[in-house]
C-alpha cells in the first residue's frame, strides 16, 4: 500500500483546530464561573478571572487567525466580497467582546451610519475589527472608539483608544513592518497585523488595495488602527 507524505503545515492546522475547540470550551467555562462570581459580589475573583478570560479570548483569535492563513496560503479560503451593513458587522465583532470590555469597564463609542455599506469579505473584516479591539482593550485607559464611514471611494474603518499610543518607532516602520516583527520583551509575533495587512491586501477595487495603517491621535488622542478599503 502507497504511503502518503503527512504535510507539517496540514498537521499544525489539524492541531490548531484542535486547540481551538478545546479553547472554545474552556472560555465557556470560565465565563460561567465569572457569572457566578458576579452574584456572589465577589469583585476581586471577578475581575481576576476577566483578565484571563481575555487572554484566552486573545489566544483563541490568534488560532483563527492562523487557521485563515493557512487556507489562504493554500488557497482553499472561500474569499466571499459581497455588500454588507458596516452597522451590522460592528454588531457581531461587538457580541463577541462585550463582556470581555465590560469587565474592565471599558465605555464603548460606536460611530457609524446605519446606511453604511460596503462591498467586503464579511467574516476576514470581523476577524481585523477583534484583533483591534484585542489591542485597544489592552492598551487602552478606559475608552475605545470604532468608527465606519465611507471617504473618497475608500471604507475607513477605525479603532481608537484612550492610551499612549504606538511608540514611534512602531509609527516610523509603519504597520507592514509591524506584521514582520517578532519582540522578545512583549511577546508579540505580530502575528495580528499580519492578518490583518493580509485582509486589506485581499480586497482591490479599480486598480487600489486596501491598506493598514497605525498612527495616534483620533477622538481620544491614543492608539489608531485604521483599516482602508477601496
Not at 186 to 199: C, E, I, K, R
Request: with cysteine; aromatic share 8%.
Amino acid at each position: 500500500m502507497a504511503q502518503h507524505a503527512i504535510s507539517f503545515t496540514d498537521l499544525i492546522a489539524s492541531s490548531i483546530h484542535d486547540m481551538k475547540n478545546s479553547l472554545n470550551v474552556q472560555i465557556s467555562a470560565l465565563e460561567k464561573i465569572a457569572l457566578r462570581c458576579q452574584a456572589l459580589q465577589d469583585g476581586q475573583l471577578h475581575a481576576d478571572l476577566g483578565g484571563v478570560i481575555y487572554q484566552a479570548n486573545r489566544m483563541n483569535s490568534n488560532l483563527i487567525q492562523l487557521l485563515s492563513l493557512y487556507k489562504l496560503d493554500k488557497a482553499i479560503y472561500p474569499i466571499d466580497i459581497a455588500e454588507c451593513a458596516l452597522s451590522e458587522l460592528i454588531g457581531d465583532a461587538l457580541s463577541l467582546h462585550r463582556p470581555m470590555l465590560a469587565f474592565k469597564h471599558i465605555a464603548l463609542q460606536v460611530d457609524c451610519a446605519a446606511d453604511c455599506y460596503w462591498y467586503l469579505d464579511r467574516d476576514l473584516v470581523t476577524g481585523v475589527l477583534g484583533n483591534a479591539l484585542n489591542n485597544a482593550y489592552q492598551y487602552t485607559q478606559d475608552r475605545i472608539r470604532i468608527a465606519a464611514a465611507v471617504h473618497d471611494g475608500v471604507l475607513e474603518l477605525r479603532v481608537e483608544d484612550n492610551g499612549s499610543g504606538y511608540p514611534g518607532f512602531m509609527l516610523r516602520g509603519g504597520a507592514g513592518a509591524q506584521s514582520a516583527s517578532v519582540n522578545f520583551v512583549t511577546g508579540s509575533t505580530g502575528l495580528g497585523f499580519y492578518f490583518s495587512a493580509q485582509v486589506a491586501h485581499l480586497h482591490h477595487n479599480g486598480g487600489r488595495r486596501g491598506e493598514l495603517i497605525i498612527e495616534n491621535g483620533g477622538a481620544y488622542g491614543g492608539g489608531c488602527f485604521v483599516l482602508r478599503l477601496p
